[in-house]
């Protein structure tokens, strides 16, 4: 592109001329150079933009419409050129003749100081003939001053009696009016007296001693001022204007006090006693105040109050309210606004309630103690109870306090209440656990509840316990209630432990003297129903105190000791039954049995009559409970024909001993399906009858049918059990007994998906030598 150069007038062309000449032919060749540079480049960038306007042969019918708009962009350049080129030379034309004027200017300033130097030389000594006169103006200014004050120092001793009056009758703007009278009086005495002789003590002296008494009425202003602030929360009430009378006061000795500084700066004179420094004074003596109003809130001791902590606390909440209530809407008014009076009391009481919480934290506080300090400091000193009040709200920000205690402090206070927490729950369960064992010794039945099971009162007084710590604690914090709740499951699971072992002591003692207790049934049913009781406790504080649904390990391993000891109790109570049924078990299948008997009438009234206790118990430990009895009064009878009491001798006793036993399963049936509503109990009666089937049948050598379709019914039989009923039968030769159990065992079928076994716990006694001799000795004696 090519570069427009406008031309030069005459002016500018000689202006370039007289700068080359100037700077030489060094600058002269070195500009040349860049210019052909330039003007390279210019023609480069011109050839390269005509080439890229000229690709096609239909664009050079356009060449004179390019030539014009090229013309008009020159033109429209040299005009812009040309006004900047202008305005540089109109500025640099400017600046010369600035420079050329201050040139002139410095010249005569210059002139003129050589003149003021000649001057001053030439005045020195008629400035020390004046010496004489300097002094008598100070002695003049001095005798000025004297002739001032002439009339306040004859009548100083007047005007202290006057002031000290007006200060006894409590005008204190008038006294501290007279006051400022006198000192100003003896301050610019001594300032005269300074400024002439500064070395001359005993005339300060002289003065001082005269004026002794100001001193006096301004310490005794100053007390009464204090005694002012001291009681300014009563005195903002009745007499506001007492008050703004004293902060008036302390403003006016401020400006003395920055007035008499300043002097000092420039004379190095200072009047005794200054700076007062009242302004900071009030300020100490209203912090003194607030911290004294905190400290006097304690009206009751430990000793003579087991509450005093809650209500001193409750009492200092009351005044620092009230306190800042009044302070927003009466003392504001009173002070400047520069004080920020508000903000100030604010701090003031914080860090007093700061401090007393502190000493109070310090203290051997009990537990109790400990947790109604953190939940007032935590929670209610916030609350809009206290500095959250929505009359406060407006003029604070309660989020930028800082802690009433330090974290540390309230960290060790926790751990202190865990410790003492954990002691205390320890001897609370302790004594809990007691107390319900006596209950077990009652001769009167257990407490029902509203649906009829029995139960103690120990799950109640246990999660009342954990009730009332959680709750204290979920004040206190949401981290802290989780921990305390951890500690009371903790705390659950040892105690469930002594729980499982007392309920086996108590088991133990029982079967020594089956007599006693009188209630024992039903205090183990109450038992049982605690553990579900338990169970339903912890799961409901976990609900309403853990922020967590999952289960811990703790929850587990509590969840299956209250299994274990349910399932223990509910084998006690079985076991209790069985041994009031163990002399009729004992009749099964025997001789007597077979010549007529009531032992199966007996076992299913004792059964019954035990069971409308055991509807006391719970479920799910009751259904599980009913199974389980169910079968065990089937494994008992089962097992009384696999311990081959009796040996049919004869097919009638055969037939009639099976038709015994069908009629006794059906009474067990009709028994089972009474206690057990909507369950199917039949199969274990069945058990019975497969039995009696293989008893009936006539015929030896369909026995094997007979065999195989009881192993097909139930699983769980075993080769001992099949040649203890073929022995009991009485007719079965030894190669069919061979053949029966060989069969069997090479089609053995597989009895692990069976739900409640019969067979597999039933034990088939064997014949040894001794026992053999026995019975031939007593087949010989009978």
């Not at 004992?586 to 007529?596: Q, V």
């Amino acid at each position: 592109m090519l570069v427009y150069q406008p031309p030069m007038n005459q002016e500018e062309k000689e202006a370039i001329a007289s700068e080359e000449e100037e700077e030489g032919g060094g600058e002269s060749a070195s500009t040349a150079i860049a210019m052909e540079e330039t003007n390279r480049e210019a023609v480069a960038t011109a050839v390269q933009r005509v080439a890229g306007m000229l690709q096609r042969s239909d664009q050079l019918d356009k060449v004179e419409q390019y030539r014009r708009r090229e013309a008009r962009k020159k033109a429209s350049v040299e005009a812009r050129l040309k006004a900047a080129i202008q305005s540089q030379l109109d500025g640099v034309r400017t600046g010369l003749t600035q420079l050329h004027s201050a040139l002139l200017d410095v010249k005569d300033i210059q002139s003129s100081l050589v003149d003021v130097s000649k001057d001053w030389r030439q005045s020195i000594n008629t400035i020390e003939s004046l010496k004489d006169v300097k002094d008598a103006v100070v002695q003049h200014s001095q005798l000025a001053s004297a002739v001032e004050n002439l009339k306040n120092i004859f009548s100083v001793p007047e005007i202290v009696a006057e002031t000290q009056q007006l200060i006894e009758q409590a005008e204190l703007l008038q006294a501290h009016r007279k006051l400022m009278e006198l000192e100003c009086s003896r301050d610019d005495l001594m300032y005269e007296q300074y400024r002439m002789d500064s070395k001359n003590t005993s005339d300060m002296n002289l003065i001082s001693i005269y004026f002794e008494d100001v001193q006096g009425l301004s310490d005794e202003l100053a007390k009464q001022l204090w005694m002012v602030l001291q009681r300014s929360m009563v005195t903002v009430r009745r007499d506001p204007t007492m008050l703004v009378s004293v902060v008036r006061i302390i403003e006016r000795e401020e400006k003395i006090d920055r007035r008499m500084v300043d002097r000092k700066k420039q004379t190095g004179f200072i009047p005794p006693g200054r700076p007062k420094r009242w302004k900071d004074k009030m300020f100490e003596v209203l912090e003194g105040t607030v911290s004294t109003r905190i400290e006097g809130t304690q009206a009751v001791t430990r000793e003579t109050d087991k509450m005093w902590l809650v209500r001193l606390l409750e009492i200092t909440r009351k005044y620092v309210l009230d306190d800042l209530i009044v302070v927003k809407n009466l003392m504001v008014q009173c002070f400047p606004p520069h004080y920020n009076t508000f903000d100030r009391f604010f701090c003031l009481y914080h860090n007093a309630v700061s401090t007393r919480v502190k000493e109070l934290a310090s203290e051997d506080l009990e537990a109790n103690e400990i947790v109604s300090l953190l939940t007032w400091v935590l929670n209610t000193y916030k609350s809009v109870e206290m500095m959250g009040h929505p009359e406060l709200c407006s003029e604070c920000d309660i989020n930028q306090l800082e802690p009433l205690l330090p974290q540390d402090v309230v960290d060790d206070l926790l751990s202190k209440y865990v410790k003492t927490f954990t002691s205390n729950i320890t001897g609370w369960l302790r004594k809990a656990l007691e107390t319900d064992k006596k209950d077990w010794q009652k001769e009167t039945e257990p407490e029902a509840d509203q649906d009829g099971f029995y139960q103690t009162t120990l799950p109640a007084i246990v999660f009342q316990m954990f009730e009332q710590n959680l709750q204290v604690a979920a004040q206190i914090d949401g981290d802290f209630k989780e921990q305390v709740l951890k500690l009371c499951l903790k705390q659950m699971n040892t105690f469930l432990i002594r729980y499982r072992e007392e309920v086996v002591i108590y088991k133990e003692e029982h079967l020594r003297d089956r007599q006693l207790p009188q209630c024992y049934v039903q205090y183990m049913i109450a038992i049982i129903n605690n553990c579900q009781t338990f169970n339903e406790s912890i799961n409901s504080l976990k609900r309403k105190y853990s922020q967590s649904s999952e289960p811990t390990e703790s929850d587990a391993t509590i969840e299956r000791t209250l299994n274990e000891v349910a399932k223990e109790g509910c084998q006690f109570l079985l076991d209790e039954v069985f041994l009031d049924l163990e002399h009729h078990l004992s009749e099964l299948l025997t001789r007597k049995w077979l010549t007529g008997s009531h032992a199966v009438d007996t076992i299913c009234v004792t059964v019954e009559d035990y069971f409308n206790d055991f509807n006391k118990i719970k479920k799910p430990f009751s259904q599980e409970m009913t199974s389980e009895a169910l079968r065990r009064v089937v494994v008992e009878y089962v097992k009384a024909v696999m311990q081959k009491r009796i040996t049919f001798k004869t097919a009638d006793e055969r037939r009639e001993g099976a038709e015994r036993m069908i009629k006794e399963a059906d009474q067990f049936k009709f028994l089972f399906r009474k206690l057990a509503a909507g369950e199917d109990t039949d199969w274990l009666c069945g058990a019975i009858t497969a039995i009696a089937e293989v008893f009936k049948l006539t015929d030896p050598t369909l026995l094997f049918l007979e065999v195989t379709t009881l192993v097909s019914k139930y699983p769980d039989i075993r080769e001992e059990h099949i040649q203890a009923l073929l022995a009991v039968r009485g007719d079965a030769s030894r190669e069919m007994r061979q053949m029966i159990i060989g069969t069997l065992t090479e089609n053995k079928v597989s009895y692990s998906s069976v739900a409640q076994p019969i067979f597999k716990d039933i034990t088939v006694p064997t014949i040894t030598m001794t026992t053999m001799t026995s019975m031939a000795t007593a087949k010989l004696l009978k």
